[in-house]
């Protein structure tokens, strides 16, 4: 506890005196010589780095175990302490975000970032290795042999993945971000921002209480810029900005038959087949194409600017590598780029619940079927009135809706009985315009650093974006940097090494020159 201790303060009266320094004096490094300072301490550093992330990796972290999300939230605050950050850890009623700021005298800027440390349940049985036991390999998976890191004498492959639950989605942030830090101070390269974290210890439940936090904290946020240290880059490997997320909804929607089974022999072709059903219904809402038929879906989306437009006509297309990746012959959305099919609403079925196949399979009409639909929203649609648009829709191709189960008097009473199980209100879709002045001057900065710099209006998943839009005035930017395969809320999702060593660079660049301009 001593060594803890005297470490800490080591550390933090270090961090003192490098960021002393005035972010002006150093303002005229140029940025490719920041890069490779922050690069050369990386590869003297790169087993231990590796280790302090195997260590964070190896703490269970499914959100909804409230004691693993403390245990990771301590850890998490005593990384950032042991770095001179001022911590607090912050509650509205549920799971913890530890929040950070590190002050730097002379600077004007503050520059705001999030992650998250939680992460989606696990099916132990269905990894290749525990998914807590985090596990280096030569190459992405079934190709890949487990090596030992603490026996790699010299610079790790930087091919190589590291297999663990949150790899991808999102602990490499957190230590990135760490390890950025002791690289600047251990090279001299002063802070030109103040930084301030925010790290979610429920980001996989929908952050259902950021907003209560901010509301409770204002102060805490005030900051130039919000940038969003989340999701998968690229297709294409180059540096990605992404300006927007799509908003997200659920509905579990359940059919009816009989309600007890019927032998599928003697009934079939006369009781009404709830799987039968529910397939009409899935038809009705939504073609072969992804194209949306319910009426008056589209009225409200938000099209995409000229300057949105051409950023997606730029990008690398990476259609056919993907298929090919993927063993996709023909995708959805008749020939639109993936990139701008994102910023379109997208209604998915997550699962359905429907009786068993294979060996599972009995010769049975059930008495139900119920499958679980994810809404992709875009900006300008409401989620209340998507609702009524769905309701409207299922009730005029003959559905009878209702939203508790059924009595037998209702079934006997109406034909299509259906209930819809709304999970919550969901939340709109978010875009800050490409032209917004810290938008631009962030843009300027990260193009020095990689001239191919990618630009695109928005990233098909959620994240929880309208929470700050809502409450504050300040632009919101997604720097994604994790690998496109990460397998993120799957088996055996992993992070490339270099992925790591990538968001070293370019947090070292975004916190050196953010402040200078």
């Known amino acids: ?29 140029p940025i490719l010589e920041i890069s490779t300072l922050v690069n050369d301490y990386r590869n003297e550093h790169e087993q231990e780095i590796l280790i302090d992330f195997v260590n964070l990796l190896s703490m269970p972290n499914d959100s909804a175990n409230s004691e693993d999300i403390d245990a990771n939230a301590e850890l998490i605050s005593q990384m950032l302490q042991s770095r001179g950050f001022a911590t607090r850890t912050l509650r509205a009623g549920r799971a913890p975000y530890v929040f950070g700021e590190l002050t730097t005298p002379g600077a004007t800027k503050t520059l705001m970032l999030y992650a998250h440390f939680d992460g989606q349940p696990v099916q132990e049985e269905n ?94 946020f005030d900051a130039d810029l919000f940038l969003f240290c989340d999701g998968p880059m690229h297709q294409s490997r180059r540096a990605q900005l992404v300006f927007g997320v799509r908003g997200s909804g659920t509905v579990d929607i359940t059919t009816y038959g009989a309600t007890r089974p019927l032998h599928s022999g003697h009934y079939g072709n006369w009781a009404p087949n709830p799987i039968m059903q529910l397939s009409y219904l899935l038809t009705s809402m939504r073609n072969e194409h992804g194209r949306i038929l319910v009426n008056g879906y589209y009225d409200n989306v938000a099209t995409l600017t000229e300057a949105e437009r051409a950023a997606i006509n730029t990008m ?4 056919a590598d993907l298929q090919n990746e993927l063993s996709i012959h023909t995708p959805e959305g008749e020939g639109v ?53 769905i309701e409207s829709h299922l009730e005029k191709e003959g559905f009878f809706v209702v939203h508790e189960d059924p009595s037998a008097a209702i079934l006997r009473n109406n034909s299509n009985v259906v209930k819809l199980n709304w999970r919550g209100v969901g939340n709109a879709g978010l875009r800050t315009p490409m032209s917004d002045e810290v938008a631009q001057h962030l843009i300027g900065i990260m193009r020095e650093l990689a001239p191919d710099l990618i630009l695109t209006p928005s990233m098909g998943g959620t994240l929880p974006l309208n929470a700050f839009d809502d409450r504050l005035d300040t632009p919101i930017i997604i720097l994604p940097l994790a690998n496109h395969d990460n397998n993120q809320h799957g088996r055996d999702e992993n992070i490339r090494l270099q992925n790591i060593w990538d968001a070293m660079a370019v947090y070292g660049v975004l916190f050196a020159k953010f402040g200078g301009g």
């Open 127 to 220: 990894w290749t290795y525990p998914p807590f036991s985090p596990t280096l390999m030569s190459a992405p998976l079934p190709d890949g042999e487990p090596i030992d890191l603490e026996t790699v004498s010299g610079s790790f492959d930087p091919e190589w993945r590291l297999y663990a639950r949150s790899a991808g989605d999102d602990k490499m942030p957190i230590v990135a971000i760490m390890h950025t830090l002791d690289a600047m101070r251990a090279k001299g390269i002063p802070l030109s921002v103040n930084l301030k974290l925010l790290l979610d210890g429920e980001e996989e439940r929908g952050s259902p209480t950021v907003g209560q936090i901010i509301d409770e904290n204002p102060s805490l």
């Open 337 to 389: 780029r993936l990139e701008e099919l994102v910023t379109l609403p997208a209604i998915n079925a997550r699962g359905i619940v429907a009786g068993g196949v294979g060996t599972q399979g009995r010769n049975i009409i059930l008495p139900s079927a119920t499958v679980s639909l994810n809404l992709r929203m875009v900006p300008n649609q409401q989620p209340l009135r998507l609702r009524e648009l």
């Open 1 to 29: 506890m001593k060594k803890m201790q005297s470490d800490s303060l080591f550390a933090s009266l270090i961090a003192s005196l490098i960021i002393a320094v005035a972010p002006s004096c150093f303002a005229q490094m």
């Open 316 to 319: 690398p297309d990476t259609a």
